[in-house]
């Protein structure tokens, strides 16, 4: 996520920086093509491009709100997280021991504490797993570009992939020797939480209604987790997302077909002049493209996604204190270079 209020140079040139090259080598084509060959019969009228650049940008907004949707819900899903884990902590504290020994349940307690974070750090690492159709996945130049920003993230955040020895942290060795044998370990965890206070439940430890209140909360998680992957593991339609991208080109292609000859009105000067103005605003349709195209990808480990580390740390946080911890808590994540994972 980022964090600056306004989006610094870096950044904007880190996105979309690499298209000015090709987009100034266009230009400066066309132009030079108009200046030297005289090729009038090239240009095209401003009215049909002017039509076209109008759909475009209609289209591209389009795109970018249900990108703002998809990213939105991500958020929203985190933060039902935050507000479930702690109620289901705070209740797992709150009701008392009907019968047995309250040492044993303070460690039961503190059991299933601890496996609630594990399975926060667990459904992050789940989520970050790339799909074919994020942009880290992307072959070739592209892909590479995107595997090095991730790389930067990685080298930033000391704490971004260090999963496995959290789940060390909060989870038995038998728990943990487990993880190979489930597809989806998260799930399996809850599950696990569930069958935990049962027991206590028959036990005759907790109520069936203290029960009842507590299976209700994980399955507030269950649903988080189902919406997250959803978002996740459906892409934004590709008949949108892909056609809106091949507008783009086409209008962008076009562009200065018919700047050149407008510009050319008002005098050889202008014909290089179109150069600059033309750039900037085929940058400006690259940029709208882009944001939208990283946004619809919530969980894809870059810049623009949901700072699920930083939500997991403060969970993190606030549990190991209502465990009664209160020296050698994690510091909370904070943001670096503008960036906030």
Not at 136 to 160: C, E, Q
Request: aromatic content about 14%.
């Amino acid at each position: 996520m980022i964090t600056t209020k306004y989006i610094n140079y870096k950044q904007i040139l880190n996105l979309a920086g690499s298209h000015l090259i090709w987009l100034t080598i266009w230009c400066t084509v066309v132009a030079a093509a108009y200046y030297f060959f005289h090729w009038q019969w090239m240009t095209i009228p401003w009215l049909p491009l002017a039509l076209i650049g109008t759909a475009e940008a209609f289209y591209v907004g389009f795109k970018n709100n249900q990108a703002y949707d998809r990213l939105w819900e991500a958020r929203k899903i985190w933060g039902g997280i935050v507000n479930s884990s702690r109620a289901f902590t705070s209740m797992l504290y709150a009701f008392d021991t009907e019968n047995g020994n309250h040492t044993d349940l303070e460690k039961r307690r503190k059991k299933i504490t601890y496996r609630h974070i594990a399975w926060l750090y667990t459904f992050r690492e789940q989520l970050l797993v790339p799909t074919e159709w994020e942009h880290i996945s992307l072959k070739k130049h592209f892909g590479s570009i995107n595997v090095k920003r991730n790389r930067l993230i990685k080298a930033g955040f000391p704490d971004y992939g260090r999963t496995s020895i959290f789940l060390h942290k909060y989870l038995s060795e038998e728990e943990l020797q487990l993880q190979s044998e489930y597809k989806n370990f998260a799930t399996y965890l809850i599950s696990k939480q569930a069958k935990e206070i049962n027991e206590l439940k028959n036990n005759h430890i907790i109520s069936d209604f203290n029960q009842m209140q507590l299976q209700e909360a994980l399955n507030l998680f269950y649903d988080y987790q189902g919406q997250a992957e959803r978002i996740k593991k459906f892409p934004s339609p590709r008949q949108f997302a892909s056609t809106a991208f091949v507008f783009n080109i086409i209008f962008i292609a076009l562009l200065p077909l018919g700047l050149v000859n407008e510009f050319a009105r008002l005098g050889t000067w202008g014909i290089w002049t179109c150069i600059p103005f033309c750039v900037i605003i085929g940058w400006i349709y690259i940029v709208m493209e882009l944001v939208g195209d990283y946004s619809e990808n919530p969980f894809a480990g870059l810049m623009f996604d949901v700072p699920m580390l930083s939500i997991c740390r403060t969970i993190e946080i606030d549990l190991l204190q209502m465990t009664g911890q209160k020296e050698d808590l994690p510091e909370p994540i904070t943001s670096k270079n503008g960036v906030l994972i």
